[in-house]
């Protein structure tokens, strides 16, 4: 075991997997010598050479249209688009091309592609940078969506999900990069995607969750049961699809839930898992389900940030009004 | 007045003449049928040489029938090939088996020239999705609908087979409206970057729908595009078989050889409308321009440059018509013994393994199909 930041633990996981399959090829922006801008692949062109990972010319659309080019070559692409708000410039070969390969051509093709990239508020970033874009993924129907909130889950989500043959989208909260330590095996495993985690048992409310909204939720929850309330933590793991036996089951336990994300309120994610839980488990519940979101603007600019951005405050908040409904 | 300084380091009446220069039209066989370049002839035997024609003239009954058979309302989607045999079926005729092919929409006959059986063109066209289950061994992918796509897939198949040490190459199409897409400039550029062995191909038949190749850009030739990316670029005549054939060839080589990628512009035009659904190319054509392309036909100079040599008959003519109807009607035939596709073959096939959504889904849309 070895202490690790989320950061380091997907460096671990790519070595494992530059190791494990010949076919694994990582590449971007300065993913080479550079080592990422976060560093997230650092030092791996030095241990497995220029031909598995590899810089590209500035231009997200060609690097989404290599991605599906080397699929189709037989070759497992994990190609890092440096920041998510750049999305929008590789939004056909995600949405339009690699998604539908294998209806597109009857199973004959696939696309075997983890595309990582870092995402998420309270880092001061420029503009398009820190976007929340989860949810335009989760519309997209061939996708999967994982996002760690920490860096055990991170090396064994990024496992399965670079040895999943269908393409996923691998999100990577820059603020939970270096934000702590947890250990981690520094041998291989693999975390199942579509299978949420309980972080934290409870009977009276269920908190359902992911990405670096868990640690606040986490937070409130400890707040919370000082209070006398007993709260349980579900971290979603993978938002597409969802793991839709586990937040029944939970709400059906406490018949009181919220969702919290950091993304915008309109038509998300927290949107979705309400309707599923209102679609399975209507007469076990004892309040309406709220969340607890952003607001539905663009994503603020840094110095509106911390307030823009939900916190433990404003979960605790939405819990009370569903606790005392 | 621009300074003497700016005279001096910039002067772009010279900078645009020289390129230009750079950028001659490749021609071999003229609208005459007669050899005008014999130092570029590439090497073809009179077998393969009739066997290009004979694609020919089967393509364009292919496309006929083709027209017909949606107007039946027994195809679905289809753009017109006629006036594009040199461009499409010479340069496929210039690959080899291992070549991988990402085409355009328009660039379906040269996928059934690669091996794509022609049932399979038609349950494309049907929008049945067993269309583009490609079988093994053929190496080509669907006709790509989003026009700039197939640029940047193709820099990667490229890649990859560089990786692999393939002696192959990716060869893909797109239009002169094509040209004007991020994803074209992409595309090549990252294939120079990588000296990746990849093929791309402009089929400018000067209309991208209604819109005349002078309105995409401000450039003279589109091939000289290829200069802002690094990589060499090419002019031909696209109603020029022999033309058309020896730049693929070369460029073949030269991707072979690990000298990267080229760019061919193949000077061409289709005689009918971008597509079945409803274009009406009078609107923006005159028909002096359609007839004085139509004079260039493809299959006209090669037939009349193939009975000077003793190598066409009206006899083989007819027989290569004959085969081709024969064929076309034994692959309907086939294509409509498929059992429709349907939408639980459609959920099957989003994922490797069913989420739970899906499997309720397929669920549903199974007992509505059983009814």
């Given at each position: 075991m070895a202490q690790m930041t989320m950061i380091q633990a997907i460096t671990d996981a790519l070595r494992t997997e530059l190791k494990n399959d010949e076919n694994v090829l990582v590449f971007g922006e300065d993913v080479g010598k550079n080592g990422g801008v976060f560093r997230a692949t650092e030092n791996l062109q030095k241990e497995f050479g220029e031909d598995r990972v590899f810089d590209t010319p500035l231009a997200e659309s060609g690097i989404g249209g290599i991605a599906i080019g080397l699929g189709l070559q037989g070759y497992r692409p994990v190609p890092e688009i440096q920041f998510f708000g750049f999305l929008f410039e590789v939004m056909d070969s995600v949405a339009g091309q690699m998604s539908r390969m294998r209806y597109r051509s009857g199973g004959r093709y696939n696309s075997p592609i983890t595309i990582r990239s870092p995402f998420g508020g309270g880092v001061h970033t420029p503009e398009m940078h820190a976007d929340s874009l989860e949810g335009l993924m989760a519309q997209t129907p061939g996708l999967k969506v994982v996002i760690p909130s920490s860096p055990y889950d991170a090396k064994g989500l990024l496992i399965s999900s670079i040895r999943d043959n269908d393409p996923v989208i691998f999100l990577e909260h820059m603020k939970l990069y270096r934000s702590f330590r947890e250990d981690v095996p520094e041998e291989e495993y693999t975390i199942p995607l579509g299978v949420a985690s309980v972080k934290r048992e409870g009977k009276d409310l269920s908190i359902i969750t992911y990405g670096a909204m868990v640690q606040e939720s986490i937070k409130a929850a400890e707040e919370l049961e000082k209070e006398g309330y007993s709260v349980e933590v579900i971290?979603?793991?993978?938002?597409?699809?969802?793991?839709i036996d586990t937040i029944i089951a939970s709400v059906e336990k406490t018949g009181r839930a919220i969702v919290v994300q950091e993304?915008?309120?309109?038509?998300?994610i927290a949107a979705n898992v309400v309707a599923e839980i209102n679609d399975r488990a209507i007469l076990s519940l004892d309040a309406p389900v709220l969340r607890v979101t952003a607001a539905d603007t663009v994503f603020a600019f840094s110095q509106a940030e911390p307030v823009w951005l939900p916190n433990y405050k404003d979960v605790i908040e939405t819990a009370k009004k569903v606790l005392n409904f | 007045m621009a300074s003497k300084a700016n005279q001096a380091n910039f002067d772009v009446k010279k900078q645009f003449e020289t390129v230009e220069e750079q950028f001659q039209t490749l021609q071999i066989l003229n609208e005459e049928g007669e050899i005008v370049n014999e130092a570029a002839m590439p090497e073809l035997t009179d077998e393969q040489l009739q066997e290009l024609m004979r694609r020919m003239v089967y393509t364009r009954i292919l496309d006929q029938r083709s027209i017909s058979l949606n107007r039946q309302g027994r195809l679905g989607f289809y753009a017109p090939t006629a006036g594009q045999e040199a461009s499409q079926l010479a340069s496929q005729f210039a690959?080899?088996?291992?070549d991988f092919i990402l085409p355009?929409?328009?660039?379906v006959p040269q996928l059934i020239w690669h091996g794509l059986p022609l049932s399979q063109a038609f349950l494309f066209s049907r929008g049945h999705f067993k269309g583009n289950q490609i079988p093994e061994g053929v190496n080509v992918i669907s006709p790509q609908i989003?026009?700039?796509a197939q640029y940047i897939q193709a820099a990667g198949v490229a890649l990859g087979m560089k990786k692999r040490g393939t002696k192959a190459v990716a060869i893909t199409y797109t239009g002169d409206g094509g040209t004007s897409q991020g994803d074209f400039y992409e595309g090549i550029n990252f294939a120079g970057a990588f000296k990746a062995p990849a093929i791309f191909i402009i089929q400018n038949n000067r209309f991208a729908i209604s819109t005349p190749v002078e309105k995409q850009s401000a450039s003279k030739t589109l091939a000289q595009k290829a200069v802002a990316a690094g990589i060499p670029g090419v002019v031909v005549d696209g109603m020029d078989p022999l033309a058309v054939y020896k730049a693929v060839k070369d460029a073949r080589e030269r991707a072979i050889n690990g000298e990267g990628p080229t760019l061919i512009e193949t000077l061409t035009y289709r005689y009918g409308p971008h597509t079945m659904a409803g274009d009406d190319p009078t609107r923006y054509r005159t028909s002096d321009l359609d007839n004085e392309w139509e004079l260039k036909d493809p299959l006209v100079r090669f037939r009349k440059f193939l009975e000077v040599k003793g190598l066409w008959t009206e006899e083989m003519e007819n027989e290569t018509i004959e085969k081709a109807k024969e064929e076309i009607k034994e692959a309907i035939k086939v294509a409509d013994a498929e059992p429709k596709q349907t939408v639980t073959d459609l959920i099957s096939n989003m994922f490797e393994e069913m989420p739970y959504n899906l499997k309720e889904q397929y669920e549903i849309y199974k007992e509505k199909e059983s009814k």
């Open positions: 971290d979603l793991r993978t938002i597409a699809p969802l793991d993304a915008q309120k309109q038509a998300g | 690959l080899e088996k291992e355009g929409y328009r660039d989003i026009i700039g």
